[in-house]
């Protein structure tokens, strides 16, 4: 079993639409989550960042995380064409030490919003 | 704020040729990692820096790869000799260490042919 799972679509929705996107993770250790987005020849650019579980909204877009169900989510509200993109979850846990952390991510899901 | 600069955008060898990658953080970011990222997947740590020492390299395949941070600052990632499964996106990541994120350059695609 991978450390995190995330189904990689295709997913293709309306303009105007509402986007889920989702990952599961088997590492309790995780505290730290984020979204990122990825447009093509692109490096991933940060999206969303949560601490434990619970919700975060910035705009459009809302994180959710349930650590008990090991389980997060990305809602996209009134989806635009310039939202695809591959969207990809990371995890991390506390600190690896000298300041710094890694993540681990998730396959990426390729959203295409079609006008 | 510049942002992590990598190059060159592309790079095809063939298999066993030796390729280099190189990368300037952003000023100041004292944290530097290298990703992996074959078509399809997530990115993959290969090495973390804390300014020029070595965090963590469990996952670099150190029989082939290499990689250096000289003075802190620049770096560079190393294959020699390069195999058909190498064949990916190479992306630099810098970070002043908090736990929002990094800030990732736009990569190097690797083709080993």
């Known amino acids: 079993q991978k450390e995190v799972e995330q189904d990689p679509g295709p997913l293709s929705v309306p303009e105007g639409a509402i986007v889920s996107l989702n990952c599961t993770y088997s590492?309790?250790?995780?505290?730290?989550f984020m979204w990122y987005r990825q447009y093509s020849r692109k490096g991933p650019e940060l999206l969303m960042y949560t601490y434990s579980s619970g919700n975060k909204e910035d705009g459009r877009f809302t994180a959710q995380v349930d650590k008990s169900s090991k389980y997060i989510s990305l809602f996209i509200r009134d989806s635009q064409p310039s939202d695809s993109a591959t969207y990809l979850c990371?995890?991390?846990?506390?600190?690896?030490?000298?300041?710094?952390?890694?993540?681990?991510f998730g396959k990426g899901t390729k959203l295409s919003v079609i006008p | 704020e510049a942002g992590v600069a990598q190059s060159p955008r592309y790079k095809i060898i063939e298999k066993r040729q030796s390729v280099a990658f190189w990368c300037n953080p952003i000023?100041?970011?004292?944290?530097l990692y290298w990703y992996q990222q074959i078509l399809g997947q997530g990115p993959k740590l290969l090495i973390q820096f804390q300014n020029n020492g070595v965090v963590d390299d469990s996952q670099l395949p150190k029989d082939r790869f290499s990689a250096e941070r000289l003075k802190g600052v620049d770096s560079t990632l190393k294959i020699q000799p390069a195999k058909l499964e190498d064949s990916a996106v190479y992306l630099c990541a810098s970070s002043l260490g908090t736990r929002n994120g990094y800030t990732f350059g736009s990569g190097t695609r690797l083709t080993v042919v």
């Open positions: 590492n309790s250790a995780f505290q730290y």
């Open positions: 000023s100041g970011h004292a944290t």
């Open positions: 990371a995890m991390s846990g506390e600190y690896s030490g000298a300041g710094s952390y890694q993540l681990t």
